[in-house]
């Protein structure tokens, strides 16, 4: 279940909750979009990257025609992906991005971290939700141990993610993502 926690620089929690609405409404107040869209048909472990994109076309294309987004993509991370170690910390340290970085989960899960005006702000995102984190917003992203995601990329610049990390230690006073519990 998706969920939002409000911290203080300090790691003193603020609020927590897991209605999509609240969550909504926080975010929007600092600048985040969150907002959940529903597929056309079930979405299977087994489906092609064309499969998934052409089940959200519709809200693909609103949101690419909104957004001026160039390049649309699906990236899908697993328990047994040779990388997942590597790739877990590449996200894990602060940083920003000269554009939008913009994602929306198919399945799975994914926690992002924003840090913004003094707090800090874990937005665990699941099934069905879309965040969009704006350019130059300090952030860090914990996939998880054992990932288990899938989700669609959007982006301005089409050479895809570019990060400029921040050398702030902070990312290490939170949370990470805890694992799904089956």
């Known amino acids: 279940m998706s969920s939002l926690t409000i911290y203080k620089e300090t790691g003193e929690q603020v609020s927590h909750t897991e209605n999509a609405q609240e969550i909504t409404l926080q975010l929007k107040a ?48 697993n328990p047994h992906h040779p990388d997942k170690k590597a790739l877990r ?13 913009i994602r929306f989960f198919v399945r799975g899960q994914g926690l992002f971290t924003l840090h913004i005006n003094a707090k800090v702000y874990a937005v665990l995102c699941c099934k069905d939700d879309l965040i969009s984190v704006p350019a130059g917003t300090p952030h860090w992203f914990d996939m998880g141990e054992h990932p288990q995601f899938t989700a669609i990329r959007f982006f301005n610049n089409p050479e895809g993610w570019i990060a400029k990390y921040t050398d702030s230690p902070i990312a290490q006073n939170f949370p990470l993502l805890e694992p799904i519990i089956s």
């Not at 910390?89 to 970085?101: A, G, I, T, V």
């Open 30 to 77: 600092v600048g985040i979009e969150f907002n959940r869209w529903q597929a056309k048909y079930a979405i299977g472990d087994s489906m092609s990257n064309e499969e998934i994109l052409n089940a959200y076309q519709d809200d693909i294309n609103e949101f690419v025609r909104c957004g001026g987004y160039q390049t649309v993509d699906v990236v899908s991370m």
């Open 89 to 101: 910390e590449k996200f894990l340290s602060e940083h920003r991005h000269s554009e939008d970085e």
